[in-house]
């Protein structure tokens, strides 16, 4: 089950990298999933004996959302194909990091690894969507809007799913 799980990430990770997507919505739907549901799926299949801390992969998955989500770092994506794909791999790197950190610590580590990071980025899609100018050059407002409330919709209830799941775990009689 797990390998077909973790397959279905991969084939989900193909088809966003293939699929002819343009415009700003589009990218952020690209790497939402690809922070979220794409190594939520492959992390299943990863060795359960060593992950990085969990609090060093939230981190890292915290700094890469922010930093890559500011202005100046998004003009440069646009502008460098080699650069969008470089920020599309942190994406899905740190997401990874992330999820099997969380999968392999204690589960209430992991479960607020994966409730603080839908927190925060929660807080990001929010900052994006309540914005009242544009923050991306070569977006619209309308454009911004329905990017963030795409993450909103992808990251949010994928992060939440994983740390219930994981604190319905902690919880259990042993």
Not at 41 to 70: D, I, Q, Y
Not at 102 to 113: D, H, K, V, W
Not at 132 to 161: E, F, K, N, S
């Amino acid at each position: 089950m797990r390998v077909a799980l973790a397959t279905l990430g991969a084939a989900i990770a193909l088809a966003l990298w293939l699929a002819p997507f343009h415009g700003f919505e589009a990218h952020m739907l690209r790497h939402a999933a690809l922070v979220s549901v794409v190594p939520a799926l492959v992390a299943l299949a990863l060795p359960g004996t060593w992950a990085p801390p969990v609090a060093l992969a939230a981190g890292l998955e915290f700094a890469a959302a922010w930093g890559w989500h500011l202005p100046g770092a998004h003009a440069a994506t646009m502008a460098s194909p080699a650069l969008r794909a470089l920020e599309q791999a942190t994406f899905l790197g740190a997401g990874l990091l992330v999820w099997w950190s969380a999968y392999t610590a204690r589960p209430l580590a992991g479960t607020a690894a994966l409730l603080g990071t839908m927190v925060h980025m929660t807080m990001l899609g929010a900052a994006i969507l309540l914005a009242p100018r544009v923050l991306y050059p070569g977006a619209t407002l309308d454009a911004q809007a329905v990017g963030a409330m795409l993450m909103l919709a992808t990251v949010t209830p994928c992060y939440l799913a994983g740390g219930l799941l994981l604190a319905r775990r902690a919880l259990e009689p042993a």
